[in-house]
């Protein structure tokens, strides 16, 4: 009697516990506008928005911001910004700090870009968000 009290409430708890809202998703390695996999909606805020500048002949800064500047705090913040290449070896990267209570972060990071710009490196602007996984897009446009 005592075994079969043991196995009920086993599969109650079992089965009461799991939805399939609470089932773990899938993490994907890198997350992008065209596939935000389970973060749909989080694109605009995420993506990372960039330009090249050339300040002198030979010399490019990339310039990363977000979107949003009341978007991100010291719950929901961006931890680093980068560009890495096909293996995801940092090519450079900056950390950021974790905002103070009360405080907003908004992100305008300028990057040197003392390497080769190749398409075939594959090389991706990234942000990391503590969150959210880490968004890319790609540093150059692809063929």
């Known amino acids: 009697m005592k075994y079969q009290i ?14 399939e809202d609470s089932k773990p998703k899938d993490p994907q390695a890198e ?17 990372p ?8 002949p030979g010399k490019k800064v990339l310039i990363v911001r977000t979107e949003d500047p009341k978007y991100f705090d010291e ?16 090519l ?18 300028r990057l040197d870009l003392s390497f080769p710009l190749e398409v075939q490196q594959r090389q991706m602007v990234y942000i990391r968000c503590n969150l959210h996984d880490t968004w890319v897009a790609p540093l150059l446009p692809q063929n």
């Open 6 to 19: 043991l196995v009920l409430s086993l599969l109650f708890v079992i089965s009461c516990g799991i939805s």
């Open 49 to 56: 928005k960039f330009e090249i500048e050339s300040i002198i």
């Open 75 to 90: 719950n929901h913040y961006i931890q680093r910004v980068g560009v890495y290449n096909k293996d995801k070896n940092d």
């Open 31 to 47: 997350y992008t506008a065209e596939t935000p996999g389970e973060w749909a909606g989080l694109e605009p805020k995420h993506t």
């Open 92 to 109: 450079v990267s900056v950390s950021l700090d974790r905002p103070m209570k009360g405080k907003f972060q908004s992100v305008n990071v």
